[in-house]
């Protein structure tokens, strides 16, 4: 079992910058597929950007390439999600999520696969 709590959303205006944070435990902390992904009102869940915890497989959104970063603290057991040039599109509640694979081919190619889930933070991103 593993308990994801993110943290570090809020209101922006366009153009500005968040870094979320996703605090994993409960379970060794390797061999996890681990990703962000929103959702805001009315529209269904994208998958934001993923990662393997043992390298590889990294992977963003269109709509977020060359201005999100995914990122983890291996130490910390900790991933991080940093958003720069934000939009009002942006806006949407971000969860973290994670998968426990033994590699990452067997990667979720759909983010409902993936079997752990945090509460959500919430991003605002005003014009």
């Known amino acids: 079992q593993v308990q994801l709590v993110e943290s570090g959303g809020g209101s922006v205006q366009a153009g500005g910058s968040l870094r979320l944070s996703c605090a994993a435990s409960g379970a060794t902390y390797s061999r996890y597929c681990m990703a962000w992904s929103r959702q805001a009102p009315g529209k269904e869940r994208e998958r934001v950007a993923s990662?393997?915890?043992?390298?590889?497989?990294?992977g963003y959104a269109d709509s977020v390439k060359g201005r999100f970063t995914i990122f983890q603290d291996n130490a910390k057991n900790m991933v991080y999600l940093q958003m720069n040039s934000l939009k009002p599109e942006d806006t949407a509640m971000y969860y973290c999520?994670?998968?426990?694979?033994?590699?990452?081919?067997?990667?979720?190619?759909?983010?409902?696969?993936?079997?752990?889930w945090g509460q959500g933070t919430q991003v605002t991103v005003t014009s």
């Open positions: 999520a994670a998968a426990g694979v033994v590699s990452s081919e067997y990667c979720p190619s759909l983010i409902s696969a993936f079997a752990y």
């Open positions: 990662f393997y915890t043992l390298g590889g497989d990294t």
